[in-house]
């Protein structure tokens, strides 16, 4: 192509490296998390492969940056350097290119601060030298004046007819208040994960009904329920359980880590799975 002429460099899977700070995002952008793309989580020290590798690295993309906390941060520019071979105060990141892309006003690291808040933290307040916004409404572009609504709560000033018009679209048997029909595939968001749960459950439940052959349920024999009491109660009623609880509820008494998963497995033919190993 013209891009690898101008360059001088021949194309492949690692000349551009896309990356993201999460198994989701990564799946998204094809590319693989950043964890894995740059070694983080490695035990021992970098092998000579793996920075010959790096030697064809030309830019290196990273999405969903709201996610990312500071110890990875610090942890990724270090790596960086051991990779490049370059310790030089004014080649930050061992000088690779990089592009930092996401929302920070979205989900930030889990129990920590966002790192763009933080002026101390020299990896971002230093490192980074220049920023492009994208003010465009590209997801809105059939529906505008929703996006204008969004936009205005997300500077926290919406107005009185933003609120009349949240209500209006409040859905009341699967139509809005305004007359609008739900398409059967829209996506939810919920509060809690016990309310996320039940909406899988509802919508498993309407599969089973029409097609019971072809949607099994596996259950864990390996589960203790909280109840109301805290106490750890053994797995009696399994329409009760499937139904009504969430991994928030559960526990694997025989897991030596805290197993954050959906307790049963609900299956149809042609869902889709995501494995969390290989």
Request: net charge neutral; charged share 25%; proline share 5%.
């Amino acid at each position: 192509s013209q891009f690898c002429k101008n360059t001088q460099h021949p194309f492949n899977e690692m000349t551009v490296l896309v990356t993201a700070t999460s198994g989701v995002a990564a799946t998204l952008v094809n590319g693989d998390t950043i964890h894995r793309s740059c070694f983080l989580d490695r035990a021992a020290s970098l092998k000579e492969e793996q920075i010959k590798a790096f030697r064809q690295v030309r830019l290196m993309i990273v999405d969903e940056m709201s996610m990312a906390a500071e110890g990875s941060l610090v942890n990724l520019e270090s790596t960086l350097r051991q990779l490049r071979q370059s310790y030089k105060d004014e080649h930050p990141y061992g000088g690779f290119n990089i592009a930092f892309c996401g929302d920070f006003r979205q989900l930030a690291p889990i129990g920590q601060p966002t790192t763009c808040n933080d002026d101390t933290l020299r990896q971002w307040s230093e490192h980074v030298t220049s920023h492009i916004e994208l003010k465009g409404m590209c997801r809105f572009k059939d529906d505008p004046e929703w996006g204008l609504v969004l936009n205005r709560f997300c500077n926290g000033s919406p107005s009185p007819g933003d609120f009349a018009l949240i209500d209006r679209r409040v859905v009341v048997n699967g139509t809005t208040r305004d007359g609008d029909i739900i398409p059967p595939n829209i996506q939810c968001a919920a509060h809690a994960n016990r309310d996320r749960c039940a909406i899988n459950a509802a919508l498993f439940g309407e599969f089973v009904t029409r097609k019971p052959e072809k949607a099994p349920l596996v259950f864990s024999d390996d589960i203790e329920m909280f109840g109301a009491n805290e106490k750890k109660h053994k797995l009696r009623n399994k329409e009760k359980f499937w139904t009504q609880c969430s991994e928030d509820d559960i526990k694997f008494p025989s897991s030596k880590t805290s197993a954050r998963i959906d307790p049963t497995l609900k299956l149809h033919t042609g869902c889709p799975l995501m494995a969390t190993e290989n």
